[in-house]
């Protein structure tokens, strides 16, 4: 079960660990002021039971057949419920939600906050998002769970088991990073009795069983990781080093630290990502929050294109873009930069920029942010990354993929089923039940399907490159220029 922002999917593998069938629900999301999204926690449960019901039907299999199930979920997303009834407080407030963020400007501790859970305090969390819930739930918390989405699932498909995994608790900003334990002085920081929150498993193990009501028989739910992390196991990044950039709505990319805690001197988040085994494992991440958004950007705002697709062939139909350059900041920018202030431009124009030229524009500015985020994890690990991994909607479009390789300077390796947060679950919770082997075993059903090598000179990257840097720092003082001038 792959429960995403925008649809719940559901996927079925097989012993080969290929994909045998899988179907989608969609999911709304809701914007109730600006800033704020919200989606409704019944829909989601109801989405996933559907699309999950629709594969078994689709693959014409019964659950009987089923191994086990492994969830991997929109991460930080918030559910309060109450115990009793089983009905949420209030609306799920969603990742991208910004409702919380003058709360968490206002608070103090922020190095012990980033030296226990590895992360910067901010409202796409889900800490300040409980706190607000509990503000406005009108229940004593003594009746109210905390769940993120994983943990809402299994307890709607267990008929009650409260669990969570740690790769989705290190996103709470309530747990301790390196014991995996929810943290008293986090907590306290926050407000949020320990009651409330769920009890931590391994990502890979038998955690509870699906009522045969649901889906026509017991099945274990044996896999739970937060979809980026399930995406760094899917594409079989275990050891340290591996990385995977996944190029959705916006690029998240995770490098494989081991089993030591990381701490980023260049202002990317620590994180934990799904272990096999009962020992922890730990990511480095840095998000970029507008990449495949520019090209909808491209498609509805502007209409300069009518599918993401064509991008693909307007971008190869020019040598260059003259000089241009587009930095997608419409919501400020994420790693490593985190400047909310800032704000998209357009810079570098002349009388030969077009159509094509702003499309190529755009495609290679999802590159270029992706090699800021790359630059910051080699210089935190002390070390060039050999390969990037790499998968989500966007990678489809070869044009990118080529320049990534190009701008990077080091191979991009698209593999054969780019579903890999899906698989990563299916990993997890086949490898719990003895359906799979081992990791050996997982590392050799990944497969790569293409390899784009760089070809562009040094010289011309190098040149490419500083032109970016600067355009980035324009789009920086034009953020906080604004801001200068609409501040009190
Ligand atoms: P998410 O999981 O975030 O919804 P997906 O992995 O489904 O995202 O990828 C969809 C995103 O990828 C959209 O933002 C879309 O604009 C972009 N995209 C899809 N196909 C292409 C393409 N061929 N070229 C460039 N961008 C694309």
Redesign the pocket.
């Known amino acids: 079960m792959d429960e ?4 719940a999917r559901a996927a079925l593998y097989n012993e080969e660990g290929r994909r045998v069938a899988a179907q989608s629900e969609p999911i709304e999301c809701f914007y109730p002021q600006p800033g704020w999204v919200e989606q409704d926690a019944e829909a989601i449960w109801r989405a996933q039971l559907d699309a999950t019901r629709r594969t078994l039907a689709a693959a014409n299999i019964s659950a009987r057949e089923i191994a086990a199930v492994g969830i991997a979920n929109q991460r930080e997303t918030t559910i309060v419920w109450d115990k009793n009834t089983g009905r949420p407080v209030a609306p799920a407030i969603v990742w991208q939600c910004r409702r919380t963020a003058a709360y968490c400007d206002a608070l103090a501790q922020r190095e012990m906050v980033r030296r226990k859970t590895g992360l910067v305090i901010d409202a796409y969390f889900s800490a300040s998002k409980i706190r607000w819930l509990l503000d406005h739930a009108g229940a004593s918390p003594r009746d109210l769970l905390f769940g993120n989405v994983d943990t809402w699932l299994i307890w709607k498909l267990t008929g009650g088991t409260h669990v969570t995994d740690p790769t989705n608790a290190s996103r709470t900003m309530l747990m301790n990073l390196e014991s995996g334990d929810w943290d008293d002085e986090l907590l306290n920081l926050f407000g949020i009795p320990g009651e409330m929150m769920p009890r931590i498993v391994a990502s890979s193990g038998v955690c509870g069983t699906a009522l045969a009501e649901h889906l026509g028989a017991e099945i274990p739910i044996a896999g739970i990781a937060g ?1 980026q992390q399930a995406a760094l196991f899917g594409q079989a990044c275990f050891s340290p080093g591996l990385s995977k950039n ?5 690029c998240f990319a995770l490098m494989h630290a081991g089993a030591h805690a990381p701490v980023s001197r260049h202002r990317l988040l620590a994180t934990r990502a799904a272990s096999p085994d009962r020992t922890a494992q730990y990511a480095v991440e840095g998000s970029i929050f507008i ?6 950007w491209l ?1 509805d705002k502007l209409q300069l294109i009518s ?6 062939a307007l971008a190869a139909s020019v040598p260059d873009t003259g000089g241009a350059y587009l930095v997608p900041a419409f919501v400020g920018l994420g790693a490593p930069y985190w400047d909310s202030s800032a704000r998209g431009l357009f810079t570098g124009i002349t009388a030969t920029t077009d159509r094509a030229r702003l499309v190529r524009a755009t ?1 290679e500015s ?1 590159a270029y942010q992706t090699r800021d985020l790359v630059d910051a994890m080699e210089a935190d690990a002390g070390q060039k990354i050999k390969e990037l991994r790499v ?7 070869n ?2 993929m080529q320049f990534q390789a190009d701008i990077l300077g080091c191979p991009i390796v698209r593999p054969a089923d ?1 579903e890999t ?1 899906a698989l990563g679950a299916a990993y997890l919770a086949g490898l719990a039940t003895g359906y799979f082997k081992n990791m050996e075993e997982l590392s050799r059903f990944w497969r790569s399907e293409r390899v784009f090598q760089p070809q562009m000179p040094v010289d011309r990257r190098e040149e490419l490159w500083a032109g970016w840097k600067r355009a980035v720092a324009q789009c920086r003082f034009v953020g906080s220029e604004q801001a200068r001038k609409t501040s009190p």
């Not at 995403?4 to 649809?7: E, F, I, K, L, N």
């Not at 990449?291 to 909808?296: D, E, F, L, N, S």
């Open positions: 995403g922002t925008t649809s979809d996944t190029y959705g709505t916006g990449a495949g958004a520019a090209v909808q498609r599918t993401a697709a064509e991008s693909e495609l999802i998968d989500g909607g966007a990678t489809a479009n044009f990118l780019t947060t």
